[in-house]
């Protein structure tokens, strides 16, 4: 258990309590708001910090690799969830729910592609594409300026580029994965 991989598991621990404040958010209780996107903000920096610790001191295991995109997973998934369905937050923090729906079948096709990998091959490689890492980036902006609140033209700009984006990083796991699968 090296530090890289105590981080990426506080992430993933970060994702509940991102949400809970979200939750339990009202006007009485603005702070709640400030909580969240804190939290979200910290949990992105604690991406970087994990990946950068893992290549920086040679520290990068099979257990990392995994737990690092489900982490992510987590606190993404969460984030696109509660910002396009949670009906109480303020109208300038919400989430278009077909970006929502974007974001969630890829994570959802990535998921079952490659659990028919392992089925098919008997292990799974995670190893990330740059799409994907870039897509990773993006969907973490969106939602911190959606959090932000930030002005509605640079919420549709980062909201088409984060569903343009998923598509083709999408469409570029699939093609790896179907390679993968034929090989075997």
Do not use: E
Not at 73 to 90: D, N, R, Y
């Amino acid at each position: 258990m090296n530090w890289a991989t105590r981080i990426s598991i506080f992430r993933i621990l970060l994702a509940p309590v991102f949400v809970t404040s979200l939750v339990y958010y009202s006007p009485v209780k603005p702070y709640l708001l400030t909580l969240a996107a804190s939290i979200f903000g910290f949990a992105c920096l604690t991406d970087a910090i994990d990946g950068y610790l893992a290549r920086r001191l040679n520290q990068v295991t099979d257990f990392g690799t995994y737990i690092d995109p489900i982490a992510d997973k987590a606190l993404l998934l969460s984030g696109f969830l509660s910002l396009s369905f949670m009906s109480h937050l303020p109208g300038g923090m919400r989430i278009p729910a077909w970006v929502a729906i974007v974001v969630v079948t890829r994570d959802i096709v990535i998921i079952i592609g490659s659990t028919i990998i392992f089925f098919t091959t008997g292990h799974l490689k995670a190893k990330p594409l740059f799409v994907g890492k870039l897509t990773t980036v993006f969907q973490m902006a969106a939602l911190f300026l959606a959090l932000l609140q930030a002005p509605p033209l640079v919420l549709a700009v980062i909201f088409y580029s984060v569903a343009i984006l998923t598509l083709i990083s999408g469409i570029q796991y699939i093609r790896v994965g179907g390679k993968i699968v034929q090989a075997s």
